[in-house]
Nanobody, 124 residues
Framework: QVQLVESGGGLVQAGGSLRLACVAS????????MGWFRRAPGKEREFVSA????????IYADSVKGRFTISRDNAKNTVYLQMNSLKPEDTAVYYC?????????????????WGQGTQVTVSS
């Protein structure tokens, strides 16, 4: 069992930055793919980024490529999503997820563990 807790959301102006954190507890998460998804009001859950650190490079949605960066701190069992150059269309609840999903990184149904979500609001 893996428990995930996100933090770091908030209100920021367009062009600003936020860093989301996802603390994992329970089973070691080193073997899991860690992903970030988001859901905006009235929209479907959307893939943002994912990385399996034992297999290849991180992947990003086209909409965030070049602006967002996924990273991890194994000592803290924490995965981060650094979000720069934020846009109003980035406004959503952001969720951390974990699972053995390779190679279906973008498919939220493959992830077995989810955090409660953290709200990100970008004002114009």
């Amino acid at each position: 069992q893996v428990q995930l807790v996100e933090s770091g959301g908030g209100l920021v102006q367009a062009g600003g930055s936020l860093r989301l954190a996802c603390v994992a507890s329970g089973r070691t998460f080193s073997s899991y793919t860690m992903g970030w998804f988001r859901r905006a009001p009235g929209k479907e859950r959307e893939f943002v980024s994912a990385h399996n650190w034992s297999a290849g490079s991180p992947i990003y949605a086209d909409s965030v490529k070049g602006r967002f960066t996924i990273s991890r701190d194994n000592a803290k069992n924490t995965v981060y999503l650094q979000m720069n150059s934020l846009k109003p269309e980035d406004t959503a609840v952001y969720y951390c997820a974990a699972g053995r999903v390779s190679p279906y990184y973008r498919d939220y149904r493959r992830y077995g563990y989810w955090g409660q979500g953290t709200q990100v609001t970008v004002s114009s």
